[in-house]
Structures are given as structure tokens and as C-alpha cells.
């Protein structure tokens, strides 16, 4: 199976659970991690592949949902598919509010997880897209000078060249000179670019806000 195969992880202390997912997923293609527990789960070192978890929801230390609030900072390029013998009304709301893709009560039909499984992993494709774009941003943004930083930081927020001049205390040629190097080191074909790049890098506020 290539390495850059989707990863379906699932956590569930349930033994038979865990091997019937497992035979249903490898025969999908994906990759598979189980896990028994939370603290289990947070111990397997972060993959910037897609992948999704499937999550119970009644787990031995960690609950599922306490799980959830945990990894939300840092595990974005991983949607949940919560599944439950025990759940409710509120216990829905709350996953589904902070981002779960489906919450789904047991026994569900195989269909259906993988219908989840499918547009949760569309959905880490596209964060993972984005969180590699903005990295081979920032190694750009790093190769620049602290000048052309500066230089950068200015344009990108729209000040013209006298303007950059005068903050910075330097000619307007030579900003000049250090636009076209951030230009030409960040890949920039206009000045919309360069914008654009410095709002993903979160140096000025993105466009139209």
C-alpha cells in the first residue's frame, strides 16, 4: 500500500469492533491504525497525510468527546466520524458543533461509515493541500533578508514605495531593489500575489476583510 494512502484511524475498546473496521477499511484501500484507548491514540506520532478518525464515543480513560477538545488545536487535517451505542440528542450537538463530520449510533450499515469515510478523508485531502502550501510559503518567506521581510510585510499591506521608504528610512530605489527580490524569491507574478501570500503567511489581514 503506497505511504501516502489515506489513514483511517479508530479508537474503540471494543476488540471485535476494531478487527471488523479493519477488514472493511483495508478493503477499501486505506491504511488503518487501531487503537483501544485515547492516551493510545495520542501517543502515534501526527502524519501530514489524509486521514480521519473514527472515534467511540464511551472510552476507558479519555472519552470521545474529551478526545475531540483535545487534538482541535492541532490535529485540523483530521475530521472525526463519532461512533456510539450510548448517544443522545446533546452529546450529538456538541460533536457535530465543534466539527465532527458524522456522529453515527451502533450497529450503522457499512454504507454509511463509508460515505462519512470518504468526505471525511475529501475534507483532510484539502486541509493537508493547504497546510503544504502554506509551509513551502513560509521556507520562501525564511529565505528572504529581514529587510525584504519588512519590505514584504509593507507592500503586501499597501503602502506605496515612498511610504515604504519613509517607515523603513531608506530610498525609494532601494525599495524598489527589495520588492523586486521578495517578488522574484516568493514566486510572486503581481502584487495580488504577494498579498495573497502574506495573508496566508498571516502577515496582514487576508483580502476583502
Known sequence: ??????IVFVVDD?????????????HEGWQCQLF????????WPRALVPSCLILDVE?????????QKRIAAYRMEMPIIFITGYG???????????????????????EVLLSAIRQAIARSR??????????????????????EQEVMALVAA???????????????ITVKAHRGRVMRKMGAGSLADLVNMAAKLHLVPAPGR
Do not use: W
Not at 472510552?59 to 478526545?67: A, I, K
Open 59 to 67: 472510552l476507558p480513560d479519555l472519552s470521545g468527546l474529551d478526545l
Open 88 to 110: 443522545d440528542v446533546p452529546m450529538t450537538v456538541q460533536a457535530m458543533k465543534a466539527g465532527a463530520v458524522e456522529f453515527l449510533m451502533k450497529p450503522f450499515g457499512d
Open 126 to 147: 484539502a486541509a493537508c493541500d493547504q497546510e503544504q502550501e502554506v509551509r513551502a510559503l513560509r521556507a520562501r518567506y525564511e529565505s528572504l533578508s529581514r529587510r
Open 36 to 43: 483501544e484507548s485515547a492516551q493510545e491514540f495520542l501517543s
Open 158 to 172: 499597501g503602502r506605496l514605495n515612498k511610504q515604504v521608504g519613509f517607515e523603513l528610512g531608506i530610498s525609494e
Open 14 to 26: 471494543d476488540i471485535s469492533v476494531r478487527e471488523s473496521l479493519e477488514l472493511l477499511l483495508r
Open 1 to 6: 500500500m503506497p505511504h501516502d494512502a489515506p
